[in-house]
């Protein structure tokens, strides 16, 4: 490379030059320009060839990047909760002062991912259906309400110690007889009952004010306002009201990361039928193919292993006993799936007879494979008409409703209740997607539709102007779309790592080929391969490819 110096008109202008020897013959092209006095030039073309060399050496990098081969890596619960407070997902809330048992902070990784699991499930369970319409209660209602659920009376534990390792515990009052302590198998001794819901006083004044709770499930916002969301909504039978938020219970030993907390989200679904209906079948019944581990009440009784069949089987053998469950089962399985999770981690087991809730007629849990053994992750009760006959009773008003086919006028019952904690869906998210290269580096392998942060836009040269720009364009672009991040510091191996231990599926980099050939480079995070891609179409293909609809493969 050299400068040569032009005159146009009386000024100089100086560039650089650049001469090949192609079949023998020597040509030379300007590949930039380089001012209009010598000093300049000197100092732009000494810039220029350093960013070259940088160039040079991180392609030579990039290019050299092996093929990733990613290896699954199990967790213990102390693991992931140290990752995550490494990486920004989740913190001990109030960690400056030591925690508060039971209460977490999600940082700025952890918020999103939270935030997507939340959209997916609302666009899955309710955008995608014209049978089921959201609400969002408030935390606080009227204490009457608390009454006629039952949780006032019989939403209460009884508070246990081992007698061997002092472990405090809750178990249910049917269960303390045969109760053993998790840890060491030691008895228990009981400290006596107690109601998991937090009280509060509502109103500045202490003698005015009103003793209230903070609600230990969503669902109950939904009964009450049952009737008004039916008549606004012009909802016909059968038909779902859903709600996400937040729910409190004070528990006696909170554990296991998020697992088990004080304050937490669920996600709700009351699915409403006419009761005479119950032995039907749903209209849009479709039952996944899957066979997954089932453990009824009698094997749990006969104390034989979970057996292995698909939904469909477990009804057949009258396992599952209404077509409504299995549906409902089956719905929720596949959300799991559909994101990536394994389905050999999950299992569904039939609560036994004194565990269920006083609300509930049957319940079947879905189990996953937590580092702490097989553990609720999803509940699905039958609550039958138990609340909105009680609200009935307790409110003194009216909520049945005219049955569009029979004309009649009926209480309709709840047939299925899928409810769902978005903190055990977040640690089965992150268990599933958490893997490691042969390097021992993590790749947090997540559905790109939950991943944090989309895309990364990686500048392979920090000074070059018209590549930033490019890069900055890029950014801007895509930012209106998801969350997307703009990275130039360090190394692009390393940008790469930074971006693949939080699940970024794909990072974008702009080299010097990016201005004239008008594209940039994708790499995709699960085995490391890079596709050139034309700027004027990136949208539209990043679009295919986190919603699944494309495989990287294949562009
Ligand atoms: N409305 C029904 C209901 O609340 P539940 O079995 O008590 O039923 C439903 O709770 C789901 O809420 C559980 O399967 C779990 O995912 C989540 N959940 C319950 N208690 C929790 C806690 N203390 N911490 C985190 N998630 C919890």
Redesign the pocket.
């Known amino acids: 490379m050299f400068i040569v110096k032009k005159k146009i008109k009386e000024n100089n202008y100086y560039y650089l030059q650049q001469s090949k020897r192609v079949n023998g013959k020597v040509t030379s092209k300007t590949i930039a320009y380089l001012g209009k006095t010598k000093k300049d030039a000197e100092k732009k073309a000494k810039e220029f060839s350093t960013n070259q060399k940088d160039y040079k050496s991180e392609t030579k990098k990039e290019l050299m990047e092996e093929k990733i081969v990613l290896n699954k890596k199990e967790l213990t619960i102390e693991e992931l909760t140290n990752f995550c407070k490494r990486k920004g997902f989740v913190y001990p809330s109030g960690d400056l002062y030591g925690g508060i048992a039971?209460f977490w902070d999600y940082g700025p990784v952890g918020t999103e991912l939270k935030n997507n699991i939340k959209n997916e499930w609302w666009k899955f369970h309710v955008q995608e259906n014209e049978d089921i319409v959201g609400i969002d209660g408030s935390i606080i209602t009227n204490p009457k309400v608390w009454e006629a659920s039952g949780h006032v009376g019989n939403f209460v534990d009884i508070a246990v110690v081992c007698k061997k390792c002092g472990t405090k515990s809750k178990v249910d009052k049917h269960e303390l007889e045969n109760a053993k302590c998790e840890k060491c198998n030691g008895d228990f001794e009981s400290k006596g009952e107690f109601n998991p819901m937090f009280t509060t006083s509502v109103g500045p004044i202490k003698e005015n004010s009103t003793n209230a709770y903070l609600r230990?499930?969503?669902?109950q916002l939904i009964f009450t306002n049952f009737k008004l969301v039916q008549e606004n909504a012009r909802l016909k039978l059968p038909f779902g009201i859903a709600q996400i938020g937040k729910?409190f219970?004070n528990?006696i030993s909170?554990r296991n990361f998020?697992?088990?907390?004080?304050e937490?989200e669920?996600m709700?679904i009351e699915y409403f039928i006419d009761p005479s209906k119950k032995e039907e079948f749903p209209k849009k019944e479709k039952l996944i193919s899957t066979k997954i581990k089932v453990y009824s009440e009698k094997m749990q009784e006969n104390e034989t292993d979970p057996q292995e069949m698909t939904i469909k089987e477990a009804l057949n053998k009258k396992i599952i006993q209404l077509h409504w469950h299995a549906h409902w089962l089956s719905t929720e399985l596949h959300w799991f799936f559909s994101l990536g999770a394994n389905p050999k981690n999950f299992r569904i087991r039939q609560h036994t007879g004194d565990e269920k809730?006083h609300y509930a007629t049957d319940t079947w849990?879905i189990e996953y494979k937590f580092p702490f053994g097989w553990k609720?992750?999803?509940?699905i009760?039958d609550r039958g008409t138990f609340d909105l006959s009680e609200h009935e009773k307790h409110s003194k008003k009216d909520l049945k409703i005219i049955d569009n086919e029979s004309n009649k006028k009926i209480l309709p019952m709840v047939v299925v209740?899928p409810?769902?904690?978005v903190?055990?869906a977040f640690i089965v998210f992150m268990l599933e997607a958490y893997q490691e290269n042969e390097k021992g580096n993590t790749i947090l392998k997540l559905n790109p539709k939950l991943s944090p942060t989309k895309v990364a836009i990686l500048p392979l040269v920090k000074k070059e102007e018209s590549l930033t720009k490019i890069a900055k364009e890029v950014y801007g672009n895509l930012k209106k779309e998801w969350n997307v991040t703009y990275d130039e510091s360090g190394s692009v191996g390393r940008r790469y790592a930074r971006n693949d231990e939080i699940g970024t599926p794909f990072c974008i980099t702009i080299d010097n080929e990016s201005e004239k050939r008008k594209d940039v480079t994708i790499r995709n995070r699960d085995d490391g391969t890079q596709k050139r891609i034309k700027i004027k179409t990136l949208k539209e293909t990043l679009r295919k490819l986190i919603s699944g609809e494309v495989l990287f493969g294949s562009l």
């Open positions: 039971g230990p499930e969503t669902a729910s219970r528990e909170p998020i697992f088990r907390c004080r937490f669920q709700e809730s849990d609720e992750l999803q509940g009760a209740e409810s769902l904690g903190e055990r």
